[in-house]
C-alpha cells in the first residue's frame, strides 16, 4: 500500500489540508484516521463558532481569510448570528441579547457553521483508512516507510494533523488542554436567532443551543490526548459566572456537559510547515482555539508550502521556531 502523501488524521488539519492538496491537483493523498470516523476528538467537540479575534496578528489574518470564506455558506450552512464582546466598547450586549448585560463590541459577521457538514465536505473524495493507527515510520531509499497497526505503507511525505496526538507522534513541545462545553435544558425564553455573547476578559461565553443554551467558562486544564474526564466542580464554576457576570440567565439545569482538547504551542501560535529535523514530515497542529474558523485558510497554507506555491522558509507559522 502506498500515496504520494500520506496524512495522518481526519479533523480540521488533516481534513482540509487534503481538501487544499486536492484543488492544488495532488490527489494521491491517504489519510489514516484512528477512529472510525472523522470528528470524534477536537474537530466534533467543539462550540462550532466562526469568530474573528485572536490576539496574535499572524493568526489574525488566517482567521480572517478562512472566516471569510466559510461566511458564504458554500462548503457549510453558516449562520450570520453575531457576536457581541463584552469588554472594551460602548454598545450594550442587551440590544441584540435581551438576557445579556453589559458593554463591549458587536461583530455582526460572526456566527456558527455546521461543523460536521464543514467536516464532511473538506473530506468528500478523500480516500481515508479509518479504524487504523499510525505507529512510527522509517526512511527509505524513496521516502518513508509508515507502520500502521494494519501494515506498512509508504509514501514520499508524511503530514502530522494528529489534533491533542501531534505532540507526541511529531516529537513536539505541543499541549492539549481540557475543556468543557455544558448545554441546558431546553428553556421557553431562548430565542434561537440569539447571537455568540463573548466575555473573553472573564472568561465565560454562551449561545443558543438546541433549544437551550450552550455555555463554555473557557477553562484550560492541562490533559492527556483522548482522555475526556468531566471535572463535576465546572458546574459550580458556571452558576458562579452566571451570577456574577449574566445575572439575568437564572438558575439554568445543564443536560449535557463534555470535555474537549485544545492543543497549543508553548507561544500559542499554529503549526504549519516542514520538521526542520526531517524534510518529509511536515506538520499541521497546534491549532488551539480556532482550528474551525481559520481551517481553510490553515488547510490552504499547508498545501502551497507543500506543493511549493508558498515559500515555508521564514514563515511566521513554521515549526523550527520550536526548536
Ligand atoms: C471545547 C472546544 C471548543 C472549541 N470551539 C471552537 C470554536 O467555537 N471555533 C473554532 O474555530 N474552534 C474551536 N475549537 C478548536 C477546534 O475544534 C480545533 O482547533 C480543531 O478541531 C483541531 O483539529 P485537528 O484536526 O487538529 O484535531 P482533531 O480533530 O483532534 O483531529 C486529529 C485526528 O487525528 C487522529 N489521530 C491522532 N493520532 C493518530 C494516529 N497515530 N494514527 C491515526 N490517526 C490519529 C485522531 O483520531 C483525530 O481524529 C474548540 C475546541 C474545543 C476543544
Known sequence: MG??????????????????????????????????SAGVHSSGRNAAIIREHADDAAEQALLHAGANVLRRGELAAFDRRGLFIVGPGQDEAARYCPRASGRGTWHPDDGTIDVSGLLGRYLEGQRVLYGVTVLDWTHGAHGLTVRTTEGDVDCRLLVNAAGPWAGEVGKLPLTPYNRHLMVSTPMPWVDGRWPVIWDGYRHFYFRPESGGLLFSCCDETPGRPGVYEEDPKILDTLQQRIETLQPALGAIAIRTTWVGQRTFAPDRRFVIGFDPRDERVFHVAGLGGHGVTASYAIGLRAAEIITGKLDGRDDPFGAGRLF
Open 3 to 36: 500515496a504520494d502523501i500520506v496524512i495522518i488524521g481526519a479533523g480540521f488539519a488533516g481534513a482540509a489540508t487534503a481538501f487544499h492538496l486536492a484543488r492544488l491537483g495532488r490527489t494521491d493523498v491517504l489519510i489514516i484516521e484512528r477512529e472510525a
